[in-house]
């Protein structure tokens, strides 16, 4: 239930967002350009934020609802009026919960390109890319919100569970950058005695173990 009430919540701010900005257009990574299925195809219809909003606020009943089927197609029916980077962000996220990665990646990485100051448009995108076993890809898209936001406690400890399997070393200095902002993070301790276990590194996983 608390995803629903997550979801809701999220919703109705980018419903109020469309109510008092502009419409926006899309602008597509270039190299999706050599590849369609990663294209968002921009649609040609007259903007019109009161359809937009109509449609998007039906969709958002049925996400609440977990119907990301109905969601999607409301979603898809409010980008044709105006392909914000929110309700491109609904598209993918709705996509995504179906497990319809490709479909999902297009509009994850349009709201992402469009809005780089939205924190949620970027771990979709990263999320996306993790279930698609592409790990190298989610960091790169989490590395570019920790360069923007460098002591952000939720981006870091993204990164860090990414780099743990494909980069334990570099796991273990963001957990190091963790404690510092946060020297009580009890599971940064348990993260970082795991990690030196792992390397093989047993007198820094004492040394955790023991602040532990």
């Excluded at 369609?36 to 609802?65: C, D, M």
């Excluded at 960091?139 to 993204?158: G, Q």
């Excluded at 200095?173 to 599971?187: A, F, Q, V």
Aim: with cysteine; glycine share 6%; proline share 5%.
């Amino acid at each position: 239930m608390n995803i629903y009430l997550s979801v809701l919540k999220f919703s109705i701010v980018c419903a109020f967002v469309l109510i008092t900005s502009g419409c926006s257009s899309v602008v597509v990574e270039e190299k999706g350009k050599d590849d369609p299925k990663l294209v968002v195809q921009v649609p040609v219809i007259e903007p019109s934020k009161k359809e937009a909003l109509q449609n998007f606020i039906t969709g958002t009943g049925f996400e609440a609802r977990g119907d990301y089927f109905l969601a999607v197609n409301a979603y898809l029916k409010a980008f044709e009026y105006d392909p914000s980077p929110g309700i491109s962000y609904a598209i993918g996220r709705c996509y995504y919960f179906l497990g319809k990665l490709s479909q999902a990646l297009p509009y994850a990485r349009a709201a992402a390109l469009n809005d780089g100051e939205t924190m949620e448009y970027f771990y979709l995108l990263s999320d996306i890319h993790l279930s698609a076993r592409q790990p190298d890809s989610a960091a790169a898209v989490i590395e570019k919100l920790v360069e923007k936001y460098p002591n952000d406690y939720n981006c870091l400890y993204r990164l860090a569970g990414i780099y743990e399997k494909s980069k334990p070393l570099s796991a273990i200095e963001i957990y190091k950058r963790i404690l510092d902002e946060e020297p009580e993070d009890w599971n940064a301790y348990i993260r970082l005695a795991d990690l030196y276990d792992k390397t093989g590194n047993k007198r820094h996983q004492l040394k955790y173990l023991k602040s532990f």
